[in-house]
């Protein structure tokens, strides 16, 4: 009798896990008007564990990503601008998400591809899970988001129970880094100076070889031109993308201003 109660309780433990009361509120829910609301704004991307080699590899190389949502309540879509630190580049992109909402989902589209994730709400509202191909384990993934660049021990250990719930552990995640995008006591890299004048966001390879070019061109040392253009913009204590999201934020408002 005794065995077979301790046989029960070992086969009931993973279903219990994935039961627990945190694990219960996990769940896929309708997105509604207020979620897009809620969901509008400014976000950063903190760490992800993804098991799809493609997704993986992504994330492997991105040391920091923030991006706002502007939702459109009546299309379902929410506008994304994204500004990633790719390599101690930065790396701008705009596109448009598709919200289903009675699925809970949001996807975006890649030509024909659609990726789509999950959106999943926690107990701390200034954080989120998108989950990805859930019920495939070779594949499952999990990305976290919370609106500062560094997530509270709290809100890390939050996205760790819920890792744990759909059956991942928290060994898989990889992690943002804005410690090395931190560029307070660095020159910043050429390509972010490129981008502050540049009219597109992305240097090519080209263009940064052209920028170098030029510079030994005009006799200049390269350190200190740099230098004094990154002061200018003051952003000496941001990331790299911070130039760049401010030059996008003084043509909005030039736009707005001219009739
Ligand atoms: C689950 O959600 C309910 C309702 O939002 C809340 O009252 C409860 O505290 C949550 N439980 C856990 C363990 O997060
Ligand atoms: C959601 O917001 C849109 C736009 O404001 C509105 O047209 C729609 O009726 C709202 N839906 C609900 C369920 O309130
Ligand atoms: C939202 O989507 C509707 C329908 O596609 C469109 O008419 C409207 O201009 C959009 N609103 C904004 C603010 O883009
Ligand atoms: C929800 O997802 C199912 C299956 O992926 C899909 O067939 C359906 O069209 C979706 N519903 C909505 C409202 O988009
Ligand atoms: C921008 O997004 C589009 C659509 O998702 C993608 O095809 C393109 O490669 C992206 N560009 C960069 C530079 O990431
Ligand atoms: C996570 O993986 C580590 C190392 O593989 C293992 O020691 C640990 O027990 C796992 N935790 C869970 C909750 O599965
Ligand atoms: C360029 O600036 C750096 C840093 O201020 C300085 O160490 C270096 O000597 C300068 N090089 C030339 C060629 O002036």
Known sequence: MALLWALTVLSLLPLLEAQSPACANLTVKPITNATLDWLSGKWFYIGSAFRNPEYKQEAQKI???????????????????????????????????????????????????????????????????LAFSLDDE????????????????????????????????????????????NVRD???????????????????????????????????????VIYTDWKKVNVRDQDVCEPLQKQHELERKKAEEEP
């Not at 509270?152 to 090395?180: R, S």
């Open 63 to 129: 040391q920091a990503d923030f991006f706002y949502f502007s939702p459109n309540l009546t299309a379902d879509t929410i506008l994304l601008h994204e500004y990633q630190s790719v390599g101690d580049r930065c790396v701008y992109n705009s596109s448009y998400l598709k919200v289903r909402r009675e699925n809970g989902t949001l996807s975006k589209f890649e030509g024909a591809r659609e990726h789509i994730a999950y959106l999943l709400l926690l107990r701390d509202p200034r954080t989120y899970i």
């Open 138 to 181: 070779k594949n499952q993934g999990m990305s976290f988001y919370a609106d500062k660049p560094e997530a509270t021990p709290e809100q890390l250990e939050e996205f760790h129970e819920a890792l744990v719930c759909k059956g991942m552990n928290k060994t898989e995640v990889i992690y943002t880094d804005w410690k090395k995008v």
């Open 186 to 224: 660095q020159t910043p890299h050429p390509a972010c100076l490129l981008l502050l004048t540049a009219d597109k966001p992305e240097a090519t390879p080209e263009q940064l070889e052209e920028f170098h070019e030029a510079l030994v061109c005009k006799g200049m040392n390269k350190t200190e």
